[in-house]
C-alpha cells in the first residue's frame, strides 16, 4: 500500500521559515515526478512546486518563487520544501503527491498524502 506521510508543519511568525518533509512508502518515487499542492479554507487547491524524477528540474508557483525550494533524496523517498520568509497568506493546509498521471500542465497526480497544516500570524 502506498502512502506519502507529511510532517513539519505549525504555526511560524511571519517571516519565519519552516521545512516540509513528505515520506513515501510502499514503493519507490525514484525517476517519478513529485509536489506539493496547499489548500486554504475555501478556497481552491493550489499548485506550490513540483520536481523531477531525479531532482534536476523543479518548478514554482509565482506566489512562492524565490522564498521556497523544493528538492527530494531518492534514497530515502522523501520530498522537502522548505519554505522561508513566510506570509500570512501561506498559511493552509499543505499536502504533497506523486506520480503524474500525464504531462503537465496541469500536475495530476496518482498519490496524495493527507497534508499537514501550516499557520503564519502576523
Known amino acids: 500500500q502506498v502512502q506519502l506521510v507529511e510532517s513539519g508543519g505549525g504555526l511560524v511568525q511571519a517571516g519565519g521559515s519552516l521545512r516540509l518533509s513528505c515520506a513515501a512508502s510502499?514503493?519507490?518515487?525514484?525517476?517519478?515526478?513529485m509536489g506539493w499542492f496547499r489548500q486554504a479554507p475555501g478556497m481552491e487547491h493550489e499548485f506550490v512546486a513540483a520536481?523531477?524524477?531525479?531532482?534536476?528540474?523543479?518548478n514554482y508557483a509565482d506566489s512562492v518563487k524565490g522564498r521556497f525550494t523544493i528538492s527530494r533524496d531518492n534514497a530515502k523517498n522523501t520530498v522537502y520544501l522548505q519554505m522561508n520568509s513566510l506570509k500570512p497568506e501561506d498559511t493552509a493546509n499543505y499536502y504533497c503527491?506523486?506520480?503524474?498521471?500525464?504531462?503537465?500542465?496541469?500536475?495530476?497526480?496518482?498519490?496524495w498524502g493527507q497534508g499537514t497544516q501550516v499557520t503564519v500570524s502576523s
Open positions: 503527491a506523486a506520480e503524474l498521471r500525464r504531462p503537465p500542465p496541469p500536475y495530476e497526480y496518482k498519490y
Open positions: 510502499g514503493r519507490t518515487f525514484t525517476g517519478q515526478t
Open positions: 520536481i523531477s524524477g531525479y531532482g534536476t528540474s523543479t
